[in-house]
């Protein structure tokens, strides 16, 4: 399987929230990220990604994340300049490390020589092919198994022994996803967020689809309905959804929590609907 480095030096970078991003992973499982690479236009859906801590930072430089690749290159603004372009990938992170906990580019050195982690800059440059099962043996030596043996952590897999959309595998489906969102639209069920109005044409036809009940759950006879059993969701919902429990909260919990936080998607505020609020504070009001 193809894989690719990805550098983050938080010198140079450090408006990712990493902590928040920790907390994400091991909660939800994935942590969706678009990822400057330069100019490396051949990377594809379904690559490996390695996170390489680089800098001269308090914690050092060494290979603290993995992730897959889920979209083909894009050109895009730069986030330091917006008159300036750069190409991107989108990255679901599925594994870390914490800061001080990243795999030392000695241990790197040594055990996947192939590759000059010490002096290892940028981003999306492919890694030797044979340094694959190299990597592989390192994560899982060194990595997040590491703290809790006999854990299987993304990364670790041997190449082919599964599939990456084992516990989703209906909500990759193309198929699927196509009839899901023919019926319910690209904005999210919960909060009407679009990606396409936020992001123009990098977000068009782009949402996060969720499985209302979790694959573990369903049996070996079960048959998608991609109407009834998907939905739409941004990034915030779907990790929402997830968090903390083991069956994922609905759509209506969803939009309970939001309404309750006083969000309220889809609303608009204007001249009316002011007026229409200082008359029921009146109304309130004369109890």
């Not at 939009?255 to 889809?266: E, M, T």
Request: glycine share 10%; charged share 20%; proline share 7%.
């Amino acid at each position: 399987m193809a894989a690719i480095i990805l550098g983050w030096n938080p010198r140079l970078w450090n408006d990712w929230n990493y902590e928040a991003v920790l907390e994400q992973v091991a909660e939800a499982g994935q942590f969706l990220e678009a990822w400057n690479v330069r100019q490396h236009r051949k990377i594809q859906p379904g690559n490996q990604a390695w996170l390489l801590l680089q800098g001269e930072g308090p914690h050092g430089r060494g290979l603290i994340g993995h992730g897959v690749v889920m979209s083909e290159s894009y050109e895009a603004p730069q986030r330091s300049g917006p008159k300036s372009t750069a190409w991107y990938v989108s990255v679901a992170f599925d594994a870390l490390l914490p800061l001080g906990g990243q795999i030392p580019s000695s241990v790197l050195c040594s055990e996947v020589p192939d590759v000059a982690w010490d002096t290892f800059r940028g981003s999306g440059r492919f890694t030797p092919t044979e340094s694959g099962p190299g990597l592989q043996r390192v994560w899982r030596e060194y990595g997040p198994a590491a703290s809790e043996p006999g854990q299987i952590v993304p990364g670790t897999y041997p190449e082919g022994a599964v599939s990456r959309i084992e516990t989703n595998r209906y909500e990759r489906d193309p198929e699927a996803r196509r009839i899901c969102l023919a019926f319910h639209g690209t904005s999210c069920a919960v909060c009407t967020f679009s990606f396409e109005v936020s992001y123009g044409d990098i977000g068009k036809d782009f949402i996060h689809v969720h499985h209302v009940v979790p694959v573990s759950q369903l049996g070996s006879g079960y048959r998608l309905d991609p109407i009834a059993d998907l939905v739409p969701l941004c990034a915030n919902c779907h990790a929402m959804a997830h968090r903390g429990v083991g069956t994922p909260r609905t759509v209506a919990e969803l939009r309970r929590a939001v309404a309750a936080a006083g969000h309220l998607p889809g609303q608009v505020v204007d001249d009316r609907s002011l007026a229409a609020q200082d008359a029921a504070h009146r109304i309130l009001e004369q109890r």
